[in-house]
């Protein structure tokens, strides 16, 4: 395919309702033809529309390989939420591949979730971190965000995390949790 119109379609995802067709389209040419990965990695961190950045971090959670995590890493800056919590999902995402990435995204999760400032991206990387073997950086900072965060949105899952990371966090909530039943059962 031509690299203009590959172009094309990545322009047209800037539509305000999004055609699906072309996502789809621009799905298949990106696991058959370098360019227009080449191109679509371009348009994540490069495109002018946050919403085509957004869209194109998007193929990379079904369609990405080791090629895009450089890209998908840059994208963690990008000023727009919206693009960085897609960035953060497709970098860590491996049950939505078909070639799971090989690099370890502990660290850089661990990052957004302990400094991005917007609630939702730093949630997002929580919930990645539940989703990556049992790790003590996690634990460590997972612990970190737990006495810092106040929003239940982010908190419930900061806490289901750390019972995957922190064996002693998890011991001593299943403590607490016989606790409170047998109150409840006095009752
Ligand atoms: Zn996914």
């Not at 031509?2 to 389209?25: N, P, S």
């Not at 994540?44 to 919403?51: A, G, L, M, V």
């Amino acid at each position: 395919m031509e690299r203009c119109e590959v172009q094309a379609l990545i322009d047209r995802l800037a539509e305000r309702h999004t055609d699906w067709t072309v996502f789809e389209a621009l799905a298949r040419h990106i696991v058959r033809d370098e360019h227009a990965l080449r191109a679509v990695l371009d348009a994540i961190t490069s495109h002018p529309n946050p919403k085509v950045r957004r869209l194109c971090a998007d193929l990379m959670d079904h369609h990405g390989d080791d090629r895009c995590v450089e890209t998908l890493r840059q994208a963690l800056h990008d000023p727009v939420p919206r693009v960085r919590r897609q960035a953060v999902h497709s970098l860590s995402c491996q049950r939505c591949k078909t070639c799971a990435l090989t690099v370890g995204v502990v660290p850089v999760l661990t990052d957004v979730a302990l400094t991005d400032e917007n609630m939702w991206v730093r949630r997002e990387a929580v919930c990645a971190l539940a989703f990556q073997p049992r790790d003590a950086r996690a634990a460590a900072a997972l612990r970190v965000l737990l006495a810092r965060e106040t929003d239940p949105k982010i908190t419930s899952e900061v806490h289901g995390a750390l019972r995957i990371h922190d064996e002693e966090y998890r011991r001593a909530s299943n403590a607490a949790a016989r606790v409170r039943q047998q109150r409840i059962d006095r009752m």
